[in-house]
């Protein structure tokens, strides 16, 4: 089993920056797959970056490509995303995800462990 806990994430304004975190407990980090995905109220959870177990590959919607940043530490058992120019629209819970010896996934039902979600706000 592995526990994923969350931190970081809160309000800011467009065009600021934001992390969040997630620190994984039980189980070494280094062969899981990670992601991350956001909900907003109204709206499913949608994907936001991923990473493979190797960390050699990843992927990044769209909407956050060029702004936002997936990284890992194996020997701390951590990801954070790193979140720069914000916008109004990224407003969300942020959630992240893990899956052992995964590749790059996008979809939320391939992943295994969740953490338990970060608010983030970005006001205009």
């Known amino acids: 089993q592995v526990q994923l806990v969350q931190s970081g994430g809160g309000s800011v304004q467009a065009g600021g920056s934001l992390s969040v975190s997630c620190a994984a407990s039980?189980?070494?980090?280094?062969?899981?797959?990670v992601g991350w995905f956001r909900q907003a109220p109204w709206k499913v959870r949608e994907f936001v970056a991923a990473?493979?177990?190797?960390?050699?590959?990843?992927n990044y919607a769209d909407s956050v490509k060029g702004r936002f940043t997936l990284s890992r530490d194996n020997a701390e058992n951590t990801v954070w995303l790193q979140m720069n120019s914000l916008k109004p629209e990224d407003t969300a819970v942020y959630y992240c995800?893990?899956?052992?010896?995964?590749?790059?996934?996008?979809?939320?039902?391939?992943?295994?462990?969740w953490g338990q979600g970060t608010q983030v706000t970005v006001s205009s």
């Open positions: 995800a893990a899956r052992k010896w995964g590749e790059v996934i996008t979809s939320t039902s391939q992943y295994n462990y």
């Open positions: 990473m493979s177990w190797s960390g050699g590959s990843s």
């Open positions: 039980g189980r070494t980090f280094s062969n899981y797959a």
